[in-house]
């Protein structure tokens, strides 16, 4: 157990809907970060909170948000849901930002657009 | 660009034998870390061994060690004695000092045969 939760574990939505995706950092952590991992893209970071922050962005998409509340939880919105977005999503966090700062990773999201 | 490459799809190994899983990478950033993750078919991401790129020494962890040759930007992930729970994809991942994003290879599916 990583110490980093995401809820829901499996979501099963249709195309144009929207759905948050939630996660809980690891005690004392102060990055988070968004990672999608699809079979034809592998794994791609998204984005990364820092402290509440948006610290840097990967590639997201414009249907896609995130934010860090002050209780360092965050969340992943997800608009205008196509099926090409059914993918497993990750959170992970760490205690930093530096090239050594070891990111730990929550169990994930199954995501499936219908 | 940081690039990580993973040339083995597919590994095969007896139960109780070493195995090496071969990782290459591409950086232009003198400080950078080196990562590998764990995938079971079970779906969650499970670090396993960090490499500091100014480490001399390199990284070991319990069964897991880290073949790190500079020079030769390689990063290779030896498992020793290797157990039947050891069967799953194994991602290396690179994060440099300028950035926050992890970038991963495409992995490496490991099956541990009895």
């Known amino acids: 157990d990583s110490g980093v939760t995401q809820t829901p574990k499996h979501l099963i939505t249709a195309t144009g809907q929207r759905v948050t995706l939630r996660c809980s950092p690891r005690s004392g952590d102060l990055s988070v970060y968004w990672y999608q991992q699809s079979l034809d893209q592998g794994l791609q970071f998204l984005i990364q909170?820092?402290?509440?922050?948006?610290?840097a962005k990967g590639n997201i998409l414009e249907r896609f948000s995130a934010q860090q509340f002050p209780d360092l939880h965050s969340e992943l919105n997800l608009s205008s849901l196509e099926l090409g977005d059914s993918a497993l999503y990750f959170c992970?966090?760490?205690?930093?930002?530096?090239?050594?700062?070891?990111?730990?990773f929550g169990p994930g999201t199954r995501l499936t657009v219908l | 660009a940081q690039k990580i490459t993973q040339t083995q799809p597919g590994m095969f190994v007896q139960e109780k034998e070493a195995v090496t899983l071969d990782c290459t990478y591409d950086t232009s950033d003198p400080s950078y870390g080196l990562f590998w993750y764990k995938q079971p078919s079970s779906g969650e991401m499970i670090f396993l061994i960090y490499?500091?790129?100014?480490?001399?020494q390199n990284a070991t962890e319990g069964r897991y060690s880290l073949n790190f040759q500079k020079a030769r930007k390689s990063a290779n992930l030896v498992i020793s004695a290797s157990q039947l729970g050891d069967s799953a994809m194994y991602f290396c991942a690179m994060r440099e000092s300028s950035g926050s994003r992890l970038t991963f290879g495409e992995g490496t599916q490991l099956t541990v045969n009895p």
């Open positions: 992970a966090s760490s205690s930093g930002g530096g090239s050594t700062d070891t990111q730990y």
């Open positions: 490499q500091g790129s100014y480490d001399q």
């Open positions: 909170y820092y402290n509440g922050e948006e610290r």
